[in-house]
């Protein structure tokens, strides 16, 4: 069976089905005033994190959502939107849209505000998106790419290189990618790589984190914003044939469609920089301004070069993973 076969198959039995092993993290259902999801939305929940972020919504926007599953995500960024249209889905997997559309119906049953047109399910794949370029404020998918391979040939994009530089075709500029995958502490040993149904059921196909950074800014993102990063499965030795556990981690990321920057992307991990000397505040003359006592936010490239000054009137802190702004005012 081909690779595009097997995904067909697990996805379109996970249509008619809920699957509670697929995907999915602990994490709590958003609660948003007037929002009621229909129980099924859950039960076919999908994802490995969330693509919703308040920060990212603006009103007017455009938003794309690749990969529409039961529609829960498409149903929660349609309360922000809603209006004909205003959130656009694409799944190649008949059985998934039929299954999105009954239950946006449902949806629209239990909330006074929703309408099943403000969502589109538009069949197509991720790989050449049915979308109008320069087209959307906001594209997300959660827990597809990682099913994707990469390209074996170095000089031959593969099907997540593909994927990416077609959610950046279809962004305006300044536009957001929001992304949820699972990721993985070292490469995925080639017998689990090379399954494929482990793969399609987002197992086995996922990156290091330094890989999937690196493809995001590979496809033209010049910045990025980790905003989580959490357990999500444990591949245990015996049953995965590992010489040892396997602890994937769940991440969500948030990619600005920006030029990069001539001395590379600008990652965001949660790092920041805190200036405590004598005056009211430090300038680095590239840009950022530290007033005294007050942690500023940075990219992991400033937060090497502040710390790489060695200064005593300068702290530099760790990742958290979960970066939430620049400043405080
Ligand atoms: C792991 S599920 C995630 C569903 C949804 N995003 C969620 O969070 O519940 C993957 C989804 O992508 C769809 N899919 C599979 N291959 C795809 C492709 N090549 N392009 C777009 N969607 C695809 C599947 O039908 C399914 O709806």
């Known amino acids: 069976m081909s690779y595009h076969a097997t995904v067909q198959q697990v996805y379109r039995r996970a249509a008619r089905e809920p699957d509670r092993s697929l995907c999915c993290v602990p994490q709590a259902p958003m609660f948003l005033p007037g929002l009621k999801i229909p129980p099924i939305m859950h039960e076919m929940n999908y994802g490995c994190g969330s693509t919703v972020h308040l920060q990212d919504m603006r009103e007017g926007q455009t938003v794309l959502y690749v990969g529409v599953g039961g529609g829960l995500e498409a149903l929660k960024l349609a309360y922000f939107t809603r209006r004909a249209g205003g959130v656009i889905t694409v799944d190649p997997v008949a059985e998934m849209r039929d299954a999105a559309r009954k239950n946006l119906q449902e949806a629209a049953r239990l909330n006074d505000w929703f309408d099943p047109s403000f969502v589109e399910i538009r069949d197509?794949?991720?790989?050449?998106?049915?979308?109008?370029?320069?087209?959307?404020?906001?594209?997300?998918?959660?827990?597809?790419?990682?099913?994707?391979?990469?390209?074996?040939?170095?000089?031959?994009?593969?099907?997540?290189?593909?994927?990416?530089?077609?959610?950046?075709?279809?962004?305006?500029?300044?536009?957001?990618?929001?992304?949820?995958?699972?990721?993985?502490p070292r490469p995925m040993p080639r017998h689990l790589r090379d399954n494929e149904t482990l793969r399609a059921q987002c197992i086995s196909g996922c990156l290091t984190y330094d890989r999937y950074i690196d493809k995001i800014v590979g496809a033209g993102f010049g910045s990025i914003e980790v905003r989580s990063r959490r357990p999500y499965r444990m591949l245990d030795q015996a049953r995965y044939g590992l010489d040892a556990g396997l602890l994937l981690e769940s991440i969500e990321v948030c990619a600005f469609r920006v030029p990069i920057p001539g001395d590379g992307p600008c990652v965001f991990t949660g790092r920041t920089a805190i200036y405590t000397g004598d005056d009211e505040s430090f300038d680095d003359s590239r840009g950022h301004l530290l007033l005294r006592g007050m942690p500023l936010g940075v990219c992991d490239k400033t937060a090497a070069a502040l710390a790489a000054l060695g200064r005593s009137d300068l702290t530099v802190t760790d990742s958290t993973w979960h970066y939430a702004g620049g400043g405080c005012c």
């Open 124 to 184: 197509g794949d991720a790989l050449d998106l049915p979308v109008e370029d320069e087209s959307c404020d906001l594209a997300a998918q959660n827990c597809l790419f990682n099913i994707f391979k990469t390209a074996a040939d170095p000089t031959e994009p593969g099907d997540l290189e593909r994927a990416l530089t077609q959610m950046h075709r279809v962004l305006k500029p300044g536009g957001r990618l929001a992304m949820s995958d699972p990721i993985t």
